[in-house]
């Protein structure tokens, strides 16, 4: 039983492992790369959405960059509907992460980061007010989103608590990201540059907000 355990555990890591391969073997890893994605999107037409979608998920549950898919998005499809597209991208792709996590590694992941530091003042953290908690990590954009998504998985928290938080918390930073997308877009063919300025400005703001959030580390 136990070699049957082990067996399953490292096939798991080494399907994760011959996914992220394919990924960077294959066309797939121009995903990562904002001038062709944003090419291929803008050729696809009413596909657009669905394929950013799907790869935005994609690149958040193999723990990948999705910096550039949030700036992309605001590239493509503007301002407004930008931030509806990467929101529920990247929540969607929280949730992927995290259930991967904790229904498929969480023995594996347990060994190797179940004393890490972080993890003991998260779960101090989840006895008092568990939806703050995801909140208030979410809420800055230069925070380590995949490794948020990862170590959470660890923990107790409750998969509803955690969408919900999540869904909230992404938006200041998906805002930000969309509108230095869009901005910078509009900057580039030689207009007013004034809301790039506004938008870098808002992002730092919004980077240096975890300060706000200091007592719930205490």
Same mark, same amino acid.
Request: proline share 4%; net charge positive.
């Given at each position: 039983?136990?070699?049957?355990?082990?067996?399953?555990?490292?096939?798991?890591?080494? %399907?994760?492992?011959?996914?992220?391969?394919?990924?960077?073997?294959?066309?797939?890893?121009?995903?990562?790369?904002?001038?062709?994605?944003?090419?291929?999107?803008?050729?696809? !037409?009413?596909?657009?959405?669905? &394929?950013?979608?799907?790869?935005?998920?994609?690149?958040?549950? &193999?723990?990948?960059?999705?910096?550039?898919?949030? =700036?992309? !998005?605001?590239?493509?499809?503007? &301002?407004?509907?930008?931030?509806? +597209? #990467?929101?529920?991208?990247?929540?969607?792709?929280?949730?992927?992460?995290?259930? =991967?996590?904790?229904?498929?590694?969480?023995? +594996?992941?347990?060994?190797?980061?179940?004393?890490?530091?972080?993890?003991?003042? +998260?779960?101090?953290?989840?006895?008092?007010?568990?939806?703050? &908690?995801?909140?208030?990590?979410?809420?800055?954009?230069?925070?380590?989103?995949?490794?948020?998504?990862?170590?959470?998985?660890?923990?107790?928290?409750?998969?509803?608590?955690?969408?919900?938080?999540?869904?909230? !918390?992404?938006?200041?930073?998906?805002?930000?990201?969309?509108?230095?997308?869009? #901005?910078?877009?509009?900057? %580039?063919? !030689?207009?007013?540059?004034?809301?790039?300025?506004?938008? #870098?400005?808002?992002?730092?703001?919004?980077?240096?907000?975890?300060?706000?959030?200091?007592?719930?580390?205490?």
């Amino acid at each position: 039983m136990r070699l049957k355990k082990q067996f399953r555990k490292n096939f798991q890591i080494l %399907l994760l492992l011959g996914v992220i391969f394919l990924f960077f073997a294959t066309p797939l890893r121009n995903l990562l790369n904002q001038e062709i994605l944003s090419s291929w999107l803008q050729r696809l !037409g009413i596909w657009a959405v669905p &394929l950013f979608i799907f790869t935005y998920v994609l690149v958040t549950v &193999l723990g990948l960059p999705i910096t550039i898919h949030t =700036l992309t !998005g605001g590239v493509v499809f503007g &301002l407004g509907w930008g931030i509806v +597209w #990467s929101t529920l991208a990247a929540t969607l792709g929280a949730v992927g992460a995290f259930c =991967l996590t904790r229904y498929l590694f969480l023995d +594996w992941a347990m060994a190797k980061f179940g004393q890490h530091k972080l993890l003991r003042k +998260w779960h101090q953290a989840l006895d008092r007010n568990p939806f703050f &908690l995801v909140l208030s990590l979410r809420f800055a954009p230069i925070a380590p989103f995949n490794m948020i998504n990862f170590l959470l998985a660890l923990t107790p928290i409750d998969l509803k608590i955690y969408t919900l938080a999540t869904l909230i !918390g992404v938006i200041p930073g998906t805002i930000a990201y969309t509108w230095l997308g869009t #901005s910078g877009k509009t900057a %580039l063919q !030689g207009s007013d540059a004034s809301s790039f300025i506004l938008a #870098s400005v808002f992002l730092v703001l919004l980077s240096v907000s975890p300060l706000l959030f200091k007592r719930l580390w205490k």
